[in-house]
């Protein structure tokens, strides 16, 4: 028998805590619209309780109903910046030293022996 993934069962604090903050702000999404879990579970075309794990920030819950539940509330916009490449210092950085390792352009290379 498979072991279970330990980000289910016992994620890192951080990760947790995310979770139930992502959860909480989509719960209060839906409750400002006036909306009852039956009502977005059946737009999403899922149960009930998968919209209530995901509003409980369960680890478990696939990240495919965060975002569709962020698409019934008008949220998917703010997915572009999750992510995003260009506000990650890391990637910046690579980018950075990766256009200096190599020359590029016409510059670069010449007819010249």
Known sequence: MAKRNA??????????SALKRLGADL?????ARNLSMDAV???LGVGRRVVAA???????????????????????????ELADPARDEAVMRAVRARSHAYPTGKRALDNDF
């Not at 719960?27 to 409750?31: Q, S």
């Open 27 to 31: 719960r209060t999404a839906r409750l």
């Open 7 to 16: 980000v289910f069962q016992a994620p890192p604090f951080e990760v947790e």
């Open 54 to 80: 995901a509003e409980a920030g369960k680890p478990g819950t696939a990240a495919g109903v965060y975002v569709g539940l962020m698409w019934t509330y008008g949220l998917l916009p703010q997915m572009n």
């Open 41 to 43: 579970a059946a737009k």
